[in-house]
C-alpha cells in the first residue's frame, strides 16, 4: 500500500514442500476458493539466477535444488514492494535452456501475496515476511514420479537426465534443506492438494484474518 494509506496490510503466505508435493495443487485450489479477493502469486523458481554468461554445458552442471541457485533477495525485494502497495516486474525463466528469458510479467499488489517453492520455508529472509507457513508433505516415491512426468512433458527432458538430476542434486538438497524445513510450518498438509479438509480450514483461517479489523 502507497505511503499514507490506512489499507490494511495484504497477507503474505508461503508454501513449501519437496518437488512433486502437490504445491501447486495446494495454490490452485487456494485461489480458486479466494477467487473474489486480489491474490498475487509469486514462485521461487521464477527467480532462479541467470546463467547467460555460461555455456548450455556449464548451466546444465548447476544444483539448481540449492539455496544459491536462486536470486531470494530479488524476491524479497519484490515482496516488500508489493506490501507497499507497489508494482513489480516478475522475472521468467527458460527451464529447457536454463537461463532467464528477457521478458517479465507485471505482478499488480494484491490483499493476498502467495509465495510457492521447494526452499521458501528455508530462507529466513523471506519467513520473516510470512504471515501463515505452510509445508505439503508427500511421499517419496510419489513426489519422484510427479517431477519425473512434469519434466518430461512440460520441460522437455529426458527420462534418464531427470534420474540422474533426481539423485545428484534432487534427493540429497531435499535432505539436506527442504525437509528441515518443515519445523517452520505453522500447517502441514499430508497428500497435498487432495486434502480438502486442511484446503478449507487453510481458506476459512485466511478469511478470518482478512476480515480482522485490527
Not at 530462507?123 to 519434466?151: A, C, H, K, N, Y
Not at 531435499?174 to 480450514?201: C, M, Q, W
Amino acid at each position: 500500500m502507497p505511503e499514507g494509506s490506512n489499507a490494511k496490510k495484504p497477507l503474505v503466505i508461503g508454501i513449501a514442500g519437496g518437488t512433486g508435493s502437490g504445491k501447486t495443487t495446494v495454490v490452485e485450489k487456494l485461489m480458486d476458493a479466494l477467487s473474489s479477493q486480489d491474490v498475487v502469486l509469486l514462485q521461487h523458481d521464477w527467480y532462479y539466477r541467470d546463467q547467460a554468461q555460461l555455456s548450455l554445458q556449464e548451466r546444465q552442471r548447476i544444483n539448481y535444488d540449492h539455496p544459491n541457485s536462486l536470486e531470494t533477495e530479488l524476491l524479497v525485494d519484490h515482496i516488500k514492494q508489493l506490501l507497499a502497495g507497489y508494482p513489480v516486474q516478475v522475472p521468467s525463466y527458460d527451464f529447457g535452456r536454463h537461463t532467464r528469458r528477457s521478458e517479465t510479467a507485471v505482478a499488480e499488489p494484491g490483499r493476498i501475496i502467495i509465495i510457492e517453492g521447494i526452499l521458501v520455508l528455508a530462507e529466513p529472509s523471506l519467513r520473516e515476511l510470512m504471515d501463515i507457513r505452510i509445508f505439503v508433505d508427500t511421499d517419496d516415491d510419489i513426489r519422484f514420479i510427479r517431477r519425473l512426468q512434469r519434466d518430461i512433458e512440460e520441460r522437455g527432458r529426458t527420462v534418464q537426465s531427470v534420474i540422474d538430476q533426481y539423485c545428484a542434486t534432487v534427493k540429497p538438497m531435499h535432505l539436506e534443506f527442504v525437509e528441515p524445513s518443515k519445523r517452520y510450518a505453522d500447517i502441514i498438509f499430508p497428500e497435498g492438494g487432495y486434502n480438502t479438509v486442511a484446503i478449507d480450514l487453510l481458506v476459512s483461517k485466511v478469511m478470518t484474518l482478512l476480515n480482522d479489523p485490527s
